[in-house]
């Protein structure tokens, strides 16, 4: 079974600031997804990036982007000029096998500050 | 506009009192999902469905039900609900396709008195 830990329940940045969000995960599938997902206080579920594990390239969204280390099974999200809008729960989370279940972290709550 | 609609948004009720969640998704997706989200457990898989008529259980799925008679509906059973099933769900939707990610409704905040 896959599991995902995400270490850190809380964290804060001032804005304008770089903050960095940690992921690790186990699996023993070869081929799997790795996803990053933002959950606001309106209470969605919105993507913010998406690692393929078959790319060696890590995967870049505007100031989102993904260290992913496939044989260490980590998979931090840095935020680049942080804003207040980014104010959020972070999620981490696996997908791989045949039922495309996606395997959630316990979130990481940011808060930017002014 | 693509979405996946959830309704209700809000419930409040009592033990044991059926109800229905329901989940509708506009973008002729494959495969839907129900998740739970509990405070510092994350979301946790329900039940999920790869086509019509095909459904199977996820990680907590005792005390749930639910149905895949067309492609953009599934909804969710709580035949007897109990207090322990007070929690926020979500339901996504995605094409099977890659893995491609998941497309997530709003979310319904149940609370069972």
């Known amino acids: 079974a896959q599991t995902v830990t995400q270490s850190q329940p809380e964290m804060s940045v001032q804005e304008a600031e770089t903050v960095t969000l940690s992921c690790t995960y186990d699996?023993?599938?070869?081929?799997?997804?790795l996803f990053w997902y933002k959950q606001p206080p309106s209470r969605q579920m919105i993507l913010v990036i998406r690692?393929?594990?078959?790319?060696?390239q890590n995967a870049t969204e505007n100031r989102f982007s993904v260290n992913f280390q496939k044989a260490a099974k980590s998979f931090s999200l840095k935020i680049s000029d942080s804003q207040l809008g980014d104010t959020a729960m972070y999620f981490c989370?696996?997908?791989?096998?045949?039922?495309?279940?996606?395997?959630f972290g316990k979130g990481t709550l940011l808060t930017v500050n002014p | 506009e693509a979405q996946v609609t959830q309704n209700p948004r809000y419930l409040i009720t009592v033990t044991g009192k059926k109800l229905t969640v329901t989940c509708s998704q506009n973008?002729?997706?494959?495969?839907m999902s129900w998740y739970r989200q509990d405070p510092g457990l994350g979301l946790r898989q329900i039940y999920y469905?790869?086509?019509?008529?095909?459904?199977d259980k996820g990680d907590v799925p005792e005390g749930y039900k639910v149905s895949r008679k067309e492609k953009r509906n599934f909804p969710l059973i709580l035949e007897s609900p109990s207090p322990n099933q007070t929690s926020l769900y979500f339901c996504?939707?995605?094409?099977?396709?890659?893995?491609?990610?998941?497309?997530f409704g709003d979310g319904t905040r149940l609370s069972i008195l």
């Open positions: 996504a939707s995605s094409p099977i396709l890659s893995n491609q990610p998941q497309h």
């Open positions: 699996t023993s599938e070869n081929n799997y997804y």
């Open positions: 690692q393929e594990a078959y790319k060696q």
């Open positions: 989370a696996f997908s791989g096998g045949s039922n495309y279940k996606l395997t």
């Open positions: 973008m002729n997706h494959e495969y």
């Open positions: 469905s790869m086509n019509v008529e095909v459904t």
